[in-house]
């Protein structure tokens, strides 16, 4: 792990919490509350999102050159994540972990 | 599986498919041969490669509204990384599940 | 991708077909349908077996001697989901999928 | 998050850590260094390692399980890479994650 910036670092470990956050979030909680956290919609952006942190953070350990595409949509993905989690409520880590990794 | 076209399914398998020859040629066929094989750049071209057309494929599985994003920058890896192969020679399986990939 | 004797190609196929089966279903069909298709358990069980499939499918496309392990794992992941699948009823394209895959 | 015990999130942590050593290091620095840090057993297994690392992780955060299996094979797994890495040497982050992430 020679070829990592300090930033990159930061920005990986973003990647993973959201990652965590997220699947951790869409298993552990939504699927036990049922309602509105099981909407096909929120539940789908949910493992979407943990999906392209978890391909970002690869890209990147990959030392890939590609990475910058992949962070700009994990980014993307992260920021609706964040509103929908929000919207729905009762999900403020997820919140957290998707709006500190849409910033990294 | 309800929610996907014919074009939706052949493209996943076209993903799949080229997911399958990229991780199978480096493993199998580059880490054995070496030399221009693995050479840094070509060997996370295949890696990258392999993981972006895996991401894509759980994107329309999924059938998250992204994957059109994710599709699009798999197909730009796909055609360089096809590029890559036909320049180091001898893996002409890759290349066309690269290219076709990359048209899908 | 020398290294692949043809029982490992299948196996390999069934490992990706089953991986299909069991995300698509569970994101296009399960989360539709809700009630007993977003039970926690059913729902978790399917998206685990999603996730052990496409592991042993890059282990046996690695090439490492450990896929044998894995493998075993996947078959007895795969076997569950079938049961309960079944006992959900109306998603006998995964039931199939998942044991395929299984025996495979 | 709601269902994981300090013990779990420690594991999910050592897991995502190992995951980063293994593929951060075979990508930055055996490609880059060649000879014996290409050797197609030892690269395998570095990939096969962060691999099942990337794995044992989804598993404790679906919260399947499962994840008692995935997690023995995981420590299998980290331990032959640890004694790999030590073998070859100059890779001693990559020696310790395995470890930790073997006993966790």
Redesign the interface.
């Known amino acids: ?4 910036s300090p930033e990159m670092k930061d920005c ?1 470990e973003a990647c ?1 919490d959201c990652y ?2 997220c ?3 869409a ?3 939504c ?2 509350t ?1 309602g509105k956290h ?1 909407e ?1 919609q929120h ?3 949910m ?2 999102c943990a ?2 942190c ?2 970002a ?3 990147m ?4 050159a ?1 990475h910058k ?2 962070c700009r ?1 994990c980014a ?2 992260c920021d609706e994540c964040a509103t929908d989690c929000e919207r729905i409520g009762d999900m403020q ?1 997820c919140v957290e972990a998707c709006r500190r990794c849409a910033e990294s």
């Open positions: 792990m020679h070829n990592q990986i993973l965590q956050a699947l951790g979030t298993s552990g909680h699927l036990e049922g099981t096909p539940f789908r952006l493992l979407a999906e392209i978890r391909t953070a690869h890209f350990l990959l030392g890939s590609h595409h992949v949509e993307e993905i880590d």
